[in-house]
């Protein structure tokens, strides 16, 4: 090719036109470097524009790549390199393009809804349900008949059960010895070794033992068959009566309609407090003046005992002024959208308004490590905890402040838990294959603030700030719950583990069959016509 291949290198908004031997992704990489020398450090993702107006990732491993961009070459005359992160690239584009990609997205969305599945070939079944009496006779019933029925399927179950009386461990084994290789026992951190092994999940029980059974699930979930069992079924679809036909279906490879719950990843990060520490030198020195001073003179003076004391307090002041700035200026490196810089494009003549550009940085917290950090199905609630007094939480979108929230406390919660806790809070229900989130305060102290549904590709983050009177609780899906201190703060970003349940008949059918049998949603009495008294 020699000096017929040009490339035009795009660095935020610098360009440049080049030209190069070959189209290796080496020699593409090392050229864009030595264009842009800035971006050695970290090493920038580099994308090619194809036909359609979409940017492709250069892999320096991708070996076809050479050939596709000669056919580029070929057809344009020249090849579009950006530089960009994980998102994307930072050139703008073009209005038609993104009109086009909307259409897409809407038509992918509605076809994934409608989509029929097949499921892979099942070996392992994972049974989850509650240590009851009579839960461990269905869970036997039922591990009895898929040993009896399909031969190639490894059947998983609590170990609790193995020595529970209406098991009947042993009697199972005499029926058929060689059921013991097929029968196993797993505890919570055998599954966390081996989850992946899990083809599919039975949860015997209510919407309860559905979120437990995708929080042992923190990666990837297996399709969830859930059998209602429980005192409410929202979630559970599927009458046990009639197991054996369902699990026929669906052993046998049968299309089957699926729902895919998005779950939302929670990660907390915790204030390095220096205030402890400085506090402690404070008293240690303050303990070893007044030894020292007394030492020296048995009798102190009311007034230097006073002086001391005054010491101290201002010593403290300062101690708590150090500990507020240094959160202050922790927030203010995170609340930048991914710490986005502002750089002047232009300034509109007419109205005198500046044009901005944002130019995406590293996110910080990305750079950090969380001291937690889990997958959700339902909700993350912060609130007051046992404190009496009203909580202070600021919220921040996409690196946004949004407001700061006077109440007892916060739910944001997925569309599945939207008929859960913030429903019972005065939130919105949403339909469940929409990604959203619903923001929903509890018993706010202002009466406007209502709750908000915002799109679930939404960075979230609400922290305790430092001016807070109390410090608040965190929960997730009602579990894992711990406190926040002034400076903690809790990251919610959409996951890329969703939780996919086998649907009766299909997402709509189901969420509003729900609505109706179990929420009673707009139930009343019908009103009799107006002849009626006639």
């Known amino acids: 090719m020699g000096s017929s291949t040009i490339l035009k290198l795009t660095h935020f908004h610098h360009s440049t036109h080049v030209q190069v031997e070959d189209l290796h992704p080496s020699t593409i990489i090392a050229r864009f470097i030595k264009e842009f020398p800035e971006c050695l450090d970290p090493s920038p993702v580099l994308r090619w524009l194809d036909g359609d107006g979409e940017w492709i990732e250069i892999r320096p491993d991708d070996l076809d790549l050479e050939e596709v ?9 020249i090849i579009h390199i950006q530089s960009g992160d994980i998102t ?18 809407m ?23 509650k240590p009851d009496r009579k839960l461990t006779k269905l869970t036997k019933e039922l591990s009895i008949w898929l040993l009896e029925n399909f031969p190639g399927i490894t059947v998983y179950v609590d170990r609790r059960l193995q020595e529970q009386s209406t098991f009947k461990y042993h009697k199972i084994l005499e029926r058929n010895p060689a059921w013991k290789d097929r029968l196993q026992f797993w505890t919570l951190e055998c599954h966390k070794q081996s989850g992946k092994l899990i083809h599919l999940a039975i949860a015997l029980g209510g919407d309860g033992t559905v979120l437990y059974t995708t929080w042992m699930f923190q990666n990837r979930v297996p399709p969830i068959v859930a059998f209602h069992l429980g005192s409410l079924g ?7 009566k009639h197991f054996r036909p369902i699990m026929t279906n669906i052993l046998r490879g049968e299309g089957m309609n699926l729902n895919i719950r998005m779950r939302l990843q929670c990660s907390v990060y915790k204030f390095s407090d220096i205030a402890d520490s400085l506090c402690d030198g404070t008293k240690a020195l303050s303990l070893d003046d007044t030894a020292a001073t007394s030492s020296a003179d048995g009798n102190l003076e009311a007034g230097a005992s006073s002086e001391s004391e005054n010491e101290d307090d201002h010593r403290r002041e300062i101690a708590e002024s150090k500990t507020r700035v240094k959160i202050i200026r922790q927030f203010k490196e995170m609340d930048s959208k991914g710490g986005a810089e502002v750089a002047d494009l232009g300034v509109c003549h007419e109205q005198g308004h500046t044009l901005i550009r944002r130019s995406p940085k590293p996110y910080p ?51 599945t838990g939207s008929t859960a806790y913030s429903l019972s809070i005065g939130g919105s229900l949403i339909h469940p294959d929409k990604n959203s989130i619903i923001i929903s305060p509890i018993a706010p102290h202002s009466l406007t603030a209502r709750p908000m549904i915002i799109s679930g590709t939404k960075r979230l983050r609400v922290c305790v700030p430092a001016s807070s009177r109390t410090t608040a609780w965190a929960s997730f899906d009602g579990r894992h719950r711990q ?17 996919t349940t086998i649907c009766r008949f299909d997402q709509s059918i189901d969420w509003f069959t729900g609505l109706s049998q179990v929420l009673n949603w707009n139930s009343r009495v019908q009103q009799k016509p107006l002849d009626s008294h006639l």
Do not use: C, H
């Open 483 to 499: 406190e926040l201190g002034r400076g903690d703060s809790v990251m919610i970003t959409a996951s890329k583990y969703p939780a």
């Open 365 to 415: 917290e990305e750079s950090t490590t969380p001291t937690d950090s889990w997958q959700v199905l339902n909700e993350v609630t912060v609130d007051r905890g046992s404190n009496a007094g009203m909580l202070q939480l600021e919220l921040f979108v996409d690196g946004s402040p949004v407001t700061t929230i006077l109440a007892d406390g916060l739910v944001i919660a997925t569309a």
């Open 107 to 129: 038509d992918l969305f509605d076809n994934l809804s409608r989509t029929v599945v097949k499921l892979p070939p099942i070996s392992n079944i994972l049974i989850v349900t």
């Open 69 to 77: 961009l000669k056919q580029v070459m070929e057809r344009d005359g």
């Open 234 to 240: 929202f979630l559970t679809n599927f009458d046990f």
């Open 88 to 105: 994307g690239v930072f050139e703008p584009t073009d209005l038609g393009t993104l009109m086009k990609r909307y259409e897409k997205v």
